[in-house]
């Protein structure tokens, strides 16, 4: 299970929440209620960066090119 670690904007507290998919709407502050909350990666980094740069995130376009333009992005 994905346990994502939070930030809450408003009053800086951090908190952990299990997160389903990668939906990360309606996270909610437990001290605050604020849904003001920004996801850190301390735990999971993810697709986020790699350390030799060559990281290609799976939303800068289809296998077949770099764009998002061609044929095959619009499956
Ligand atoms: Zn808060």
Not at 12 to 24: A, I, M, N, Q
Not at 26 to 51: A, H, M, W
Request: glycine residues 8%; proline residues 3%; charged residues 20%.
């Amino acid at each position: 299970m994905p346990i994502f670690e939070f930030r809450c904007l408003k009053c800086e507290s951090e908190f952990e929440k299990l997160v389903f998919g990668t939906s990360d709407n309606g996270i909610s502050c437990p001290d605050c209620q604020s849904e003001d909350v920004e996801k850190l990666y301390s735990c999971f980094s993810g697709v986020s960066k790699s350390s030799d740069g060559s990281t290609h995130s799976m939303s800068s376009g289809c296998s077949s090119c770099a764009a998002s333009s061609c044929a095959g992005c619009k499956n």
